[in-house]
């Protein structure tokens, strides 16, 4: 049961620009359906999904689960707290006994780097990473290019910087492979010990001054700092982190043009992100949120089906 | 490998697509309420025409939309997902519409019960029709067009083409070899 994604989703850095394309294609149509009456298309009838979440989580779990209903699969959620990996049982044993009941695909979200790849090689479902560890979490590097795609055009050259919290960022990490893969210009800007050590490898630029970042920047991405790096020792404060590196609308009015602001959610207003200018008329905060239920149907869509041995014996018949 | 056999010139087609024009105003007794829906992808541009000419023999303005029955098809688990997913643009509702679906190639009809499926989730139209252009045999479905423009006999081994100027290098409608399996 091979697509043209191949079995598997686990992360953009082994997507060609071409699959990203096609996903991004793929999810326009898919915006339609959320605008009609009856949100409901039947593609996926008769096929079971288990959405795993080992970590807490809003969006992706309700725009995933949003994203399966609307194209009528059947969804089931199974939730770390509460189920019987509280009681121990690994992964591997969870997710066969899944499959055992028949099952088509797994969306996981874990906080193990690679925890989405080891399931997918164990499993004969399609697996969909919803984000692991600091590793990757493709799906919401997609909605971050449409939503960019969706204002900007054709980003080949376009110049967008990621901000803050990079070396904890799955986020971060998908939207560098998959703005490097359709050609953009990305850097990131924070202070230096929320940066990887070889941020540099990645092919990225650095800054040190979120100023600078902002004067070369046409979008930036604003990664949420979460609360648990200033016990790590990584900042100071919450405060100083907001004077030095927080986007504000006073920043951004020196900007020499006007620049759009995304963040991934959830916000800490008044920290890396303030509240005019998460309200502001440059933000496409809540476009990203509308871009994430699509850009899930797509992918869904487009690991769903395809059995070879079938298609021979349909061919002939032009549906 | 034979030569395509050209089944319909331009000229042809343009003198089918009058004659279909006024029998879907005949049909419907006038043009109230009249939404023309073409299925992506050359049934939208056969619509476009369609509705153009009523427009023009009737004076009055007729709606249209497209409809892309992609996520409609019965045959996911099998063939697998289509590389390019067309959209969908509809009137808000359809509900007490008399609706006309314009298709190029009725062929198994599978196309068209896909079709009639999405229409249902837009509405409750008063009424339903099929036009479609050729007519070439083989249904798999209890499905039939009101209106046709032409219906055609194909050889086993062979396939129906409409070629479009919005979408092709020209009009017409030709007989080809069907592509080796």
């Known amino acids: 049961m091979t697509g043209p994604l191949g079995k598997d989703l686990l992360g953009l850095d082994e997507l060609s620009a071409e699959q990203i394309r096609l996903i991004l294609d793929t999810a326009v149509p898919f915006k339609e359906i959320s605008e009609r009456q009856i949100k409901k298309v039947p593609t996926l009838r008769g096929m079971t999904i288990v959405n795993l979440f080992f970590e807490a989580s809003t969006r992706t779990r309700v725009s995933f689960e949003f994203a399966e209903k609307r194209l009528s699969a059947d969804t089931v959620n199974v939730a770390s707290s509460g189920s019987s990996v509280a009681k121990g049982e690994t992964l591997v044993d969870t997710a066969r006994n899944l499959e055992a009941m028949r099952i088509d695909m797994v969306v996981i979200r874990h906080p193990a780097s690679g925890a989405a790849r080891f399931l997918a090689e164990r499993i004969d479902s399609n697996v969909i990473n919803a984000g692991d560890g600091t590793h990757e979490h493709p799906t919401q590097g997609l909605l971050d290019l449409l939503t960019l795609r969706d204002h900007m055009g054709d980003l080949t050259g376009r110049r967008v910087c990621i901000v803050g919290d990079v070396l904890h960022s799955r986020v971060a990490r998908s939207n560098i492979h998959g703005l490097q893969k359709l050609g953009a210009e990305v850097a990131v800007c924070g202070p230096r010990s929320l940066l990887p050590n070889a941020v540099a490898e990645m092919g990225v630029q650095v800054f040190d001054r979120i100023e600078a970042a902002i004067e070369w920047a046409e979008a930036l991405n604003i990664l949420r700092l979460q609360l648990e790096r200033m016990q790590a020792g990584y900042i100071p404060s919450l405060r100083e982190y907001n004077r030095v590196f927080g986007v504000t609308s006073a920043r951004l009015e020196k900007a020499p043009r006007d620049v759009l602001i995304l963040h991934p959610g959830p916000m800490n207003r008044g920290v890396e992100i303030d509240s005019d200018v998460a309200d502001g008329p440059h933000s496409v905060i809540l476009h990203q949120v509308t871009n994430g239920v699509a850009v899930r149907m797509a992918v869904l869509y487009l690991l769903a089906g395809g059995r070879p041995d079938l298609a021979d014996a349909a061919k002939g018949g032009r549906a | ?181």
Do not use: C
């Open chain 2, 1 to 181: 490998m034979s030569k395509p056999t050209t089944l319909l010139d331009a000229r042809a087609i343009d003198r089918t697509l009058r004659r279909i024009a006024d029998e879907i105003v005949e049909l419907n007794s006038g043009t109230d309420d009249l939404v023309v829906v073409g299925i992506e992808r050359r049934g939208v541009q056969l619509a476009d025409r369609i509705v153009a000419l009523i427009e023009k023999q009737e004076n009055a303005t007729v709606a249209r939309g497209a409809l892309d029955i992609t996520l409609y098809r019965d045959d996911l688990q099998t063939v697998g997902p289509r590389p390019v997913v067309g959209r969908t643009t509809l009137p808000l509702t359809l509900d007490g519409k008399r609706v006309v679906i314009v298709d190029d190639v009725l062929y198994t009809g599978r196309t068209i019960r896909a079709a009639l499926d999405e229409l249902a989730d837009f509405g409750r139209p008063a009424r339903i029709a099929l036009v479609v252009l050729i007519d070439r045999g083989g249904r798999e479905l209890p499905i039939h067009a009101d209106i046709v423009g032409r219906t055609i006999d194909v050889p086993a081994g062979k396939r129906v083409d409409v070629l479009l100027s919005e979408v092709d290098d020209r009009d017409a409608v030709i007989l080809a070899d069907r592509d080796p399996a």
